[in-house]
């Protein structure tokens, strides 16, 4: 295979090498300053291997590696926001003050609190990004305990009770 370059193409390709080059040792570099930092190592026992820029040794990334730990107590979550929600009274929180004082994502707090916290029909929005409990002291009122499902109206029931049409016209 015979390729046909002038020598100015080829002095090009071999710049363009060359920068290559340099750029793959500069994201080695910077690879094995990430691996040292979530290693909690300093960066130069972490170093590149000269031909991919890839890293010598464990390669793990931190997901991979967090994977193995365990879970949280289930409901826990719910327990630390209707605590803190509590203790905010029936002014109400804000999602950022509460988590920081959770220690968890205010996104995370704002998707719990708009699907598991509107389901449970125990917090209310008291205005934009603040929340409070229903009942500001936490506990909740005998009604909201209990209660009574409406009955399921049938056609069986409907005659009975006399609802619709041929109710009225026996009424007239």
């Known amino acids: 295979m015979s390729l046909n370059l002038s020598t100015a193409s080829l002095r090009a390709l071999v710049s363009l090498t060359e920068k290559r080059e340099k750029l793959l040792e ?26 991919r820029g890839g890293l010598v040794g464990n390669t793990r990334s931190a997901k991979s590696a967090k994977k193995g730990g365990k879970r949280g107590k289930r409901g826990a979550l719910k327990e630390l926001i209707l605590a803190g929600l509590r203790e905010a009274g029936e002014a109400g929180i804000a999602v950022k003050h509460l988590a920081a004082k959770l220690a968890i994502k205010p996104q995370n707090l704002h998707v719990w609190l708009h699907t598991t916290g509107k389901k449970s029909g125990l917090i209310e929005a008291a205005g934009k990004g603040v ?20 009955p399921k109206v049938t056609r069986k029931t409907r005659k009975v009770t006399g609802t619709g049409k041929r109710r009225q016209k026996a009424k007239s």
């Open 131 to 150: 929340y409070r409990l229903k009942q500001a002291v936490g506990v909740e009122s005998p009604n909201s305990i209990v209660e009574v499902p409406k």
């Open 26 to 51: 500069e994201v080695s570099t910077i690879e094995a300053q990430i691996t040292a930092a979530l290693n909690g190592t300093s960066s130069s026992s972490a170093k590149p291997s000269g031909r």
